[in-house]
């Protein structure tokens, strides 16, 4: 952190151009990004030779502007991760004051990129977006006086002190993304936590990038200094070998885990520290037998072959009417529907960060950020198409990734999850995978209860995300509680009946992954402060039903279809009632009729099996 604070937080502005012969390639760096190289070279190191697709998306003549965030592994020599903030914009060429030979297209495309050192990508891209406007306004690329002045001004400007205030989060609006997602913010925030190969898509870039980086900021600390080590990964020898064969080596596609046996060696030699020997050992692959896979979209449609795994849960139901914990009966007002909880703080301001003894991550007095990302689990916010093969490598055991071509998407069977951001559909087809990730009843009343402070006054034009309850730093911060609650109750000599208000499947699958055995070698003292249990654990009660109803309605196909049909039932109810006129007898006999056809189709949602795939 020290270290980050002396040197310069910016290393290079860079200028990207669409060549008609040479396709994407650098057109200026400054400081040169090859040390004795001139500015206008194009020669790139090995290590970042994807930067020119990064820098200028898959279909950015679609768009007449777009911004990318992206990640470079370091160069040799180099321990952390670069950070790179791309604006790209296009223009037509006639309109250029100073034409070039080698522009003969109608439009230019260019992106101006900042790689920093720093993750602090919404400040960057306000500044650099300006600038860009600036630069093309100028109709003349060899003026580049505009750009040096640039890289001056922002690392006279940054520092690493923008680390731990609001700053970092600017252009991430966790509203927007409840908003959007609804109840489905939780099953990403706990697909995270599972280590799982997650990919983003939707267009623009823009658009994805800030989805998937407002996931990240839920995680305490995770932006500031959990991504040192995400983009860890080896790119191939040549870009002739991605296109020279349409064929692309793929592990079996169990995510491959990494040794611990470096988390075992040093837990041993720490004094009254937790054993994690115990674990099972995910060292070794379920099957390191290479299949070929072609780059061509699967027989079918995506859609036609999704699995619904949305749906109530009559066995949860069922066990849970008779749980009551007495310890907890009264943290749930039945009235109200709301828990009854203490306020969490905000979550800038971190206090002391020390280096994680195991992590090697820049942890605070709880041990967070936790070690997700880390030993070859990518965070990739913007995904090239050349770094296709990321996604079958064995040396990488899972991703959160984002992308824009249609490719990426119709090869689901290389990611554990897809989520699709327009839709907000989250798709997944391992069954067991499914299981872990049902919401329980404690974790439904904590999604409800973000959904109902968000949209309270979400129509209000000029407190609209400023205050504090319902705002970004809110949810935020009740995230943080969420995680916080969940990390205590592992310690608890009871933790099992603690844990199982997170979903017994899901915190049996946590505890095997590598974040939570980074975590757990270690002894965090400050956790004694945090109360153990699930934040809105408590006796199950009717208003849970509904809410559990309600998310099944709302998400699931079958559910879906019952909702129309409820809506034309209650149309066929007014048009009979007005057909029968005052008749108190034909009223109820149509009242009847609607309550019974409604309960029928309740009955169904209820005995859906949930496996069942959609209809």
Same mark, same amino acid.
Request: aromatic fraction near 8%; charge should be negative.
């Given at each position: 952190?020290?270290?980050?604070?002396?040197?310069?937080?910016?290393?290079?502005?860079?200028?990207?151009?669409?060549?008609?012969?040479?396709?994407?390639?650098?057109?200026?760096?400054?400081?040169?990004?090859?040390?004795?190289?001139?500015?206008?070279?194009?020669?790139?190191?090995?290590?970042?030779?994807?930067?020119?697709?990064?820098?200028?998306?898959?279909?950015?003549?679609?768009?007449?502007?777009?911004?990318?965030?992206?990640?470079?592994?370091?160069?040799?020599?180099?321990?952390?991760?670069?950070?790179?903030?791309?604006?790209?914009?296009?223009?037509?060429?006639?309109?250029?004051? $100073?034409?070039?030979?080698?522009?003969?297209?109608?439009?230019?495309?260019?992106?101006?990129?900042?790689?920093?050192?720093?993750?602090?990508?919404?400040?960057?891209?306000?500044?650099?977006?300006?600038?860009?406007?600036?630069?093309?306004?100028?109709?003349?690329?060899?003026?580049?006086?505009?750009?040096?002045?640039?890289?001056?001004?922002?690392?006279?400007?940054?520092?690493?002190?923008?680390?731990?205030?609001?700053?970092?989060? #600017?252009?991430?609006?966790?509203?927007?993304?409840?908003?959007?997602?609804?109840?489905?913010?939780?099953?990403?925030?706990?697909?995270?936590?599972?280590?799982?190969?997650?990919?983003?898509? $939707?267009?623009?870039?823009?658009?994805?990038?800030?989805?998937?980086?407002?996931?990240?900021?839920?995680?305490?600390?995770?932006?500031?200094?959990?991504?040192?080590?995400?983009?860890?990964?080896?790119?191939?020898?040549?870009?002739?070998?991605?296109?020279?064969?349409?064929?692309?080596?793929?592990?079996?596609?169990?995510? #491959?885990?990494?040794?611990?046996?470096?988390?075992?060696?040093?837990?041993?030699?720490?004094?009254?520290?937790?054993?994690?020997?115990?674990?099972?050992?995910?060292?070794?692959?379920?099957?390191?037998?290479?299949?070929?896979?072609?780059?061509?979209?699967?027989?079918?449609?995506?859609?036609?072959?999704?699995?619904?795994?949305?749906?109530?849960?009559?066995?949860?139901?069922?066990?849970?009417?008779?749980?009551?914990?007495?310890?907890?009966?009264?943290?749930?007002?039945?009235?109200?529907?709301?828990?009854?909880?203490?306020?969490?703080?905000?979550?800038?301001?971190?206090?002391?960060?020390?280096?994680?003894?195991?992590?090697?991550?820049?942890?605070?007095?709880?041990?967070?950020?936790?070690?997700?990302?880390?030993?070859?689990?990518?965070?990739?916010?913007?995904?090239?198409?050349?770094?296709?093969?990321?996604?079958?490598?064995?040396?990488?055991?899972?991703?959160?990734?984002?992308?824009?071509?249609?490719?990426?998407?119709?090869?689901?069977?290389?990611?554990?999850?897809?989520?699709?951001?327009?839709?907000?559909?989250?798709?997944?087809?391992?069954?067991?995978?499914?299981?872990?990730?049902?919401?329980?009843?404690?974790?439904?009343?904590?999604?409800?209860?973000?959904?109902?402070? $968000?949209?309270?006054?979400?129509?209000?034009?000029?407190?609209?995300?400023?205050?504090?309850?319902?705002?970004?730093?809110?949810?935020?911060?009740?995230?943080?509680?969420?995680?916080?609650?969940? #990390?205590?109750?592992?310690?608890?000599?009871?933790?099992?009946?603690?844990?199982?208000?997170?979903?017994?499947?899901?915190?049996?699958?946590?505890?095997?992954?590598?974040?939570?055995?980074?975590?757990?070698?270690?002894?965090?003292?400050?956790?004694?402060?945090?109360?153990?249990?699930?934040?809105?654990?408590?006796?199950?009660?009717?208003?849970?039903?509904?809410?559990?109803?309600?998310?099944?309605?709302?998400?699931?196909?079958?559910?879906?279809?019952?909702?129309?049909?409820?809506?034309?039932?209650?149309?066929?109810?007014?048009?009979?009632?007005?057909?029968?006129?005052?008749?108190?007898?034909?009223?109820?006999?149509?009242?009847?009729?609607?309550?019974?056809?409604?309960?029928?189709?309740?009955?169904?949602?209820?005995?859906?099996?949930?496996?069942?795939?959609? $209809?």
């Amino acid at each position: 952190m020290e270290s980050q604070c002396k040197e310069e937080p910016v290393l290079h502005i860079v200028v990207v151009g669409f060549h008609h012969k040479k396709g994407c390639q650098v057109e200026f760096s400054y400081p040169p990004i090859i040390p004795g190289a001139g500015h206008d070279s194009n020669t790139l190191p090995e290590e970042w030779k994807y930067l020119p697709f990064l820098a200028l998306p898959d279909g950015a003549h679609n768009h007449q502007e777009d911004t990318v965030y992206f990640h470079l592994p370091p160069l040799d020599g180099q321990q952390k991760c670069v950070y790179g903030v791309s604006c790209y914009r296009q223009m037509e060429a006639k309109a250029l004051k $100073v034409r070039e030979a080698d522009i003969t297209r109608e439009t230019v495309q260019k992106s101006v990129c900042v790689l920093s050192q720093l993750p602090l990508f919404g400040l960057i891209q306000a500044k650099l977006q300006l600038i860009t406007h600036a630069y093309f306004e100028e109709k003349d690329f060899s003026q580049i006086s505009i750009l040096k002045e640039l890289y001056d001004h922002m690392n006279r400007s940054l520092s690493c002190t923008a680390l731990e205030g609001s700053q970092i989060y #600017l252009g991430l609006s966790a509203r927007d993304l409840i908003l959007h997602f609804k109840h489905k913010v939780l099953i990403l925030f706990k697909l995270i936590l599972l280590e799982k190969k997650i990919l983003f898509y $939707v267009t623009p870039v823009k658009r994805l990038v800030e989805t998937l980086m407002t996931v990240l900021s839920l995680f305490p600390g995770i932006i500031e200094h959990g991504l040192a080590d995400s983009s860890h990964y080896q790119p191939r020898r040549s870009i002739s070998e991605d296109f020279s064969s349409p064929e692309i080596i793929s592990a079996d596609e169990e995510s #491959l885990s990494m040794s611990t046996t470096d988390i075992t060696n040093i837990s041993k030699e720490l004094e009254g520290r937790h054993d994690v020997s115990d674990q099972p050992d995910q060292s070794k692959p379920c099957n390191t037998t290479l299949d070929t896979h072609y780059l061509q979209p699967h027989a079918g449609s995506l859609l036609d072959s999704e699995c619904e795994w949305e749906t109530l849960e009559p066995h949860v139901m069922d066990e849970m009417e008779g749980k009551v914990d007495v310890a907890h009966s009264n943290m749930f007002d039945t009235d109200s529907g709301l828990p009854i909880t203490v306020q969490p703080q905000s979550a800038t301001g971190q206090g002391m960060l020390t280096s994680g003894l195991v992590s090697g991550l820049q942890e605070d007095q709880y041990g967070l950020p936790l070690a997700i990302f880390t030993k070859g689990y990518l965070c990739m916010p913007y995904m090239a198409l050349q770094q296709h093969h990321l996604l079958s490598d064995i040396s990488v055991r899972g991703f959160v990734a984002g992308a824009t071509n249609i490719l990426f998407r119709q090869q689901r069977h290389l990611s554990d999850a897809i989520v699709d951001v327009d839709e907000a559909r989250i798709q997944i087809h391992d069954p067991e995978l499914r299981k872990m990730l049902y919401l329980s009843t404690a974790d439904l009343r904590f999604a409800d209860y973000l959904v109902k402070h $968000v949209t309270e006054n979400k129509e209000d034009v000029f407190l609209d995300g400023t205050g504090w309850e319902g705002g970004d730093e809110w949810i935020r911060a009740q995230f943080g509680l969420y995680i916080h609650s969940l #990390l205590s109750s592992a310690l608890q000599q009871d933790h099992e009946r603690l844990l199982a208000d997170y979903g017994t499947a899901f915190t049996s699958a946590w505890k095997i992954t590598h974040n939570y055995r980074v975590w757990i070698s270690n002894k965090h003292p400050a956790m004694a402060s945090i109360t153990p249990g699930h934040p809105f654990q408590g006796q199950y009660s009717v208003a849970d039903v509904k809410i559990r109803l309600s998310h099944s309605m709302q998400n699931s196909e079958r559910g879906k279809k019952i909702g129309n049909a409820v809506m034309s039932t209650s149309r066929s109810v007014v048009q009979t009632g007005k057909a029968v006129g005052q008749s108190v007898g034909g009223a109820l006999t149509v009242a009847k009729s609607a309550m019974s056809s409604w309960f029928s189709m309740l009955a169904q949602v209820h005995a859906c099996p949930i496996d069942e795939p959609p $209809v």
